[in-house]
């Protein structure tokens, strides 16, 4: 097999071991619901300011992009991000604005980022936390630990 060859076959591993991992993020409330409902799970729901706020930047990299994370999540979790970039690059559509700023009224009215809130699949609360310095099944645990 020619060395082309190989480098085509470990890229497409590459990106398939991607896909693989990246998290499932909703990006619309009454699709997170449908989906918690169907499925008996809570949502965890990220305002983040993902292109200027540093703690929503290391909360992306050291919970929600490891691999203990994401393999909870997917079991357990319905996971929904309202973003609020400010990079011109990074803009959202309008509708997306839209649904973000009508989830911040309502879950986040002071604007802290980043803000988690777990909510159940009527979307009533449960908890809120933030960025913490501890170990993705420390988080888990913390996530967890908000009752109804």
Known sequence: MKIENYLVVLLLLIA????VSAQEWQLDLSQAQKIAQET???????????DWCAPCIKLEKEIWQSAEFQAY????????????????????SDAQASKNGKLAEKYNPNGYFPLVVVLDDKAE??????????????YISHLNSFNP
């Open 73 to 92: 999540a997917k079991e357990n979790y319905v996971m929904l991000r309202a973003d609020f970039p400010r990079k011109k690059a990074n803009q959202l």
């Open 125 to 138: 609360v449960l908890g809120e936390t933030g960025y913490k310095k501890i170990s993705p099944q420390e």
């Open 40 to 50: 008996d799970r809570r949502i965890v729901l990220v305002f983040s300011g993902s």
């Open 16 to 19: 398939r071991v991607s896909i």
